[in-house]
């Protein structure tokens, strides 16, 4: 915070501050200072990769994707261009249920090595409620939310739970509108949430 004082707009004490940030678990925070430096250092691979993360953090999935599919054509660092790779995997078996399916092998070798995988961690999610193991993926997305609390997507698919039940239509309806401050123009939410309201 010190050099930002005192050099507010160098890319790199942002980039810096927005990683720090985001390591202590102000999501917002960095995700506004990383937006700062890709402004001013625009395209360099390790802010992007950053700002995925943290953009991820909050739910904003494309954005998210779009800079990581940069971090991934940029070819530079082998480490983050894997990484990249395996998260651009990931985060696009929440739009097709038959790649999720085919992905589970994937999903449970990646949780093995890494418990705290998000991406992860919401594939096997989706996979328990398509189950009807209800119970099991309510708490894979609450511990989603405990790490990232503003996670946009675990508070929709969350909410979509608890509104199967009666005793738990409150919590439900208090996540949707939680997640429709992101996922304005999302229609299953915004179906969700009227049925809620309702």
């Given at each position: 915070?010190?050099?930002?004082?005192?050099?507010?707009?160098?890319?790199?004490?942002?980039?810096i501050?927005?990683?720090?940030?985001?390591?202590?678990?102000?999501?917002?925070?960095?995700?506004?200072?990383?937006?700062?430096?890709?402004?001013?250092?625009?395209?360099d691979?390790?802010?992007?990769y950053?700002?995925?993360?943290?953009?991820?953090?909050?739910?904003?999935?494309?954005?998210?994707?779009?800079?990581?599919?940069?971090?991934?054509?940029?070819?530079?660092?082998?480490?983050?261009?894997?990484?990249?790779?395996?998260?651009?995997?990931?985060?696009?078996?929440?739009?097709?249920?038959?790649?999720?399916?085919?992905?589970?092998?994937?999903v449970?070798?990646?949780?093995?090595?890494?418990?705290?995988?998000?991406?992860?961690?919401?594939?096997?999610?989706?996979?328990?409620?398509?189950?009807?193991?209800?119970?099991?993926?309510?708490?894979?997305?609450?511990?989603?939310?405990?790490?990232?609390?503003?996670?946009?997507?675990?508070?929709?698919?969350?909410?979509?739970?608890?509104?199967?039940?009666?005793?738990?239509?409150?919590?439900?309806?208090?996540?949707?509108?939680?997640?429709?401050?992101?996922?304005?123009?999302?229609?299953?939410?915004a179906?969700?949430?009227g049925?809620?309201?309702?």
């Amino acid at each position: 915070q010190k050099p930002r004082e005192l050099a507010p707009p160098d890319p790199q004490i942002a980039a810096i501050a927005g990683k720090v940030a985001f390591q202590s678990g102000n999501s917002s925070w960095s995700y506004s200072l990383l937006q700062e430096g890709a402004r001013q250092r625009q395209n360099d691979p390790s802010i992007l990769y950053d700002l995925a993360w943290a953009a991820y953090s909050l739910g904003k999935v494309n954005e998210a994707r779009d800079a990581m599919q940069k971090v991934f054509a940029s070819n530079i660092d082998s480490v983050q261009v894997a990484d990249a790779k395996k998260f651009l995997a990931f985060t696009a078996l929440d739009a097709s249920q038959k790649d999720l399916i085919a992905a589970e092998a994937d999903v449970q070798k990646e949780l093995k090595s890494n418990r705290q995988y998000v991406p992860a961690l919401m594939a096997q999610a989706a996979l328990e409620a398509d189950r009807s193991q209800f119970k099991p993926a309510a708490e894979t997305y609450n511990n989603i939310l405990r790490r990232w609390p503003e996670f946009a997507p675990a508070q929709k698919r969350l909410a979509a739970l608890y509104a199967r039940d009666p005793s738990t239509v409150a919590a439900a309806y208090d996540l949707a509108t939680k997640a429709r401050k992101t996922l304005m123009d999302d229609p299953e939410l915004a179906q969700l949430l009227g049925q809620l309201s309702y």
